[in-house]
């Protein structure tokens, strides 16, 4: 228990998911593409995206240090995404999923989830813009580092889902210096594209 505790206030030695780089000009933002993988997940319906992600985390919190099928502890990994689905309207509530990478030891068959709002998900192959900034990071900043990713990719012609987006966070909230966050726009499919055309 120590050494997951450890990982997830100090953010070191933390497994990550593979990805590849897309060939990409632009030097404000990457593009990457993620192979199909399975994460654990919970939902959280609200207004407000800092409240969300802190719910959703001590979920998949519990879920890894032992509130699954096996009671067995399981190493904490990042990036901590938040996949952010707005509501229709200005008043109505948006879904919030918070998602844990699952090492690679468990991919293959991951430790089903006591609690009933905690799940696994297998998440599909996925191409994504990515722009990354340091510092603590909150809504507001993320939506202002949002702005500017969905600007970059307007001014390059680069299509995406505007619907959607993801948080990543790399860090506890005790890693002072160093941090890193990202924004992730998923990148639409050459069938999504021509859809709208």
């Not at 904490?76 to 690679?104: N, R």
């Amino acid at each position: 228990m120590l050494k997951t505790v450890q990982q997830a206030l100090f953010s070191t030695g933390l497994q990550l998911p593979k990805w590849e780089p897309v060939e990409n000009k632009a030097t404000d933002y990457e593009v990457r593409k993620y192979g199909a993988t399975k994460w654990v997940s919970t939902k959280v319906i609200g207004m407000e995206l800092d409240p969300a992600i802190s719910k959703g985390f001590m979920r998949l919190f519990n879920y890894i240090q032992g509130n699954n099928e096996k009671k067995v502890k399981i190493e904490m990994t990042a990036p901590v995404t938040c996949l952010v689905d707005p509501g229709a309207g200005p008043i109505c509530e948006t879904t919030f999923t918070t998602s844990f990478y699952i090492p690679e030891e468990h991919q293959a068959d991951p430790v089903k989830p006591s609690d009933p709002d905690v799940f696994i998900e297998q998440r599909p192959e996925l191409t994504v813009f990515v722009r990354v900034f340091g510092g603590f990071t909150n809504a507001q900043k993320a939506q202002e580092e949002l702005i500017k990713l969905s600007q970059s990719l307007q001014r390059d012609g680069q299509q995406f889902e505007e619907n959607v987006y993801y948080t990543a966070g790399y860090d506890s909230p005790f890693k002072l210096f160093n941090r890193k966050n990202e924004v992730w726009l998923i990148k639409k499919t050459g069938e999504d594209v021509k859809t709208e055309a």
